[in-house]
């Protein structure tokens, strides 16, 4: 299997790259903010509970979010693999993360970090805001505690994968295309194709 986690911080075009990526490769695609987004807008009882967080910048609760995590990669028969896009978010997800895996016998390929500054997330985010209606993005304080959570709670990942020679960063900033070219590269250089 090819288990791809798409790293980077609010705004880095995680979600747009993760489209082209699933098509080129025949991943399935596990975004843990499109699927807390659904149960907002079908408002069960984990929609709730998300958004309340979500809101306020802050992330969901691990607990909550693994199970959810756990239970959607368990509802996919015999997939070529995952893009894992938003997930793991703490150093506790990326344990949980390789603990199940492994004992679904398989594992993380690799960690593609979009990188991309500040300043230009920001401006991102608030374009962003404008077309989607995502209430999250349209509040420059909300942005600016979703930045300063990723620094504290969701670098460490970074630090996680790194160790086990996982890693890989990727200039975020540049043509849709361009990014998706050097990404495609990444994965082919792991998968020896
Ligand atoms: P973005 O990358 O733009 O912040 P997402 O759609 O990935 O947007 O996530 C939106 C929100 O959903 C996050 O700000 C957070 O509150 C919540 N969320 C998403 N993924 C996780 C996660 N793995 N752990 C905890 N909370 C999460």
Not at 10 to 25: D, N
Not at 93 to 108: R, V
Not at 114 to 122: A, M, T, Y
Request: include cysteine; proline fraction near 4%.
């Amino acid at each position: 299997m090819l288990n791809i986690v798409l790293f980077g911080p609010p705004g880095a075009g995680k979600g747009t790259q993760s489209a082209k990526l699933i098509e080129q490769f025949g991943l399935v695609h596990l975004s843990t903010g499109d699927i807390f987004r659904a149960n907002i807008k079908g408002e069960t009882e984990l929609g709730k509970l998300a958004k309340s967080y979500i809101d306020q910048g802050k992330l969901v609760p691990d607990e909550v979010t693994i199970a959810m995590l756990e239970s959607e990669v368990n509802k996919s028969d015999s997939p070529k693999g995952f893009i894992f896009d938003g997930f793991p978010r703490t150093q506790a997800q990326a344990q949980a993360l390789d603990t199940f895996l492994s004992s679904k016998g398989t594992t993380i390929s690799l960690m593609l970090a979009l990188e991309v500054e500040e300043d230009e997330l920001k401006k991102r985010l608030l374009l962003r805001g404008k077309d989607s209606g995502r209430a999250d993005d349209q509040d420059p304080a909300i942005i600016q505690k979703r930045i300063d959570v990723y620094q504290a709670e969701t670098m460490p990942v970074k630090t996680y994968y790194t160790q086990q020679g996982k890693y890989k960063g990727i200039n975020g900033l540049g043509e849709i295309d361009e990014i998706f070219n050097a990404l495609c590269q990444a994965i082919e250089e792991v998968t020896g194709k």
